[in-house]
């Protein structure tokens, strides 16, 4: 059987986010303190959705502060832009390229993260 294919988690593995500061748990966290309760689908919206944390917050119907929702757009602007690849996930990549293999990643994180994969990964599709 050959491999035809090879699917990595991005953050953890191929990348590296330096001091994780949860803009979005902070985002639920301010929804909680202002009487809105967690829902089971939060996350997998907050996954999928290529919004903005204001957007984000406004369509889960939570209270935030203008400045509060500002801060935590720098948080994660800044998260993002921090983020390094693992210099070995860098050369995983290229030597299963090099093989003719495929490369899948996959994240649990906001979609913004995204930005970060593609900036650190830029030979992925």
Do not use: W
């Not at 930005?115 to 030979?123: D, G, I, K, N, T």
């Amino acid at each position: 059987m050959t491999i035809q294919a090879v699917i990595f988690d991005a953050f953890g593995t191929l990348i590296k986010i330096q001091d994780g500061s949860h803009p979005y748990r902070q985002l639920m966290k301010i929804g909680k303190a202002h009487g809105r309760r967690p829902r089971p689908d939060d996350a997998s919206f907050l996954m999928k959705s290529a919004i903005t944390l204001t957007q984000a917050a406004a369509h889960l119907g939570i209270t935030a502060s203008p400045e509060q929702l500002s801060t935590l757009e720098t948080v994660l602007a800044e998260e993002i832009a921090a983020v390094e690849a693992y210099p070995d996930g860098l050369e995983a990549v290229k030597l299963l390229q090099e093989q003719g293999i495929r490369i899948g990643v996959c994240s649990n994180l906001a979609f913004p993260y995204r930005q970060a994969v593609l900036r650190c990964y830029p030979m992925l599709e």
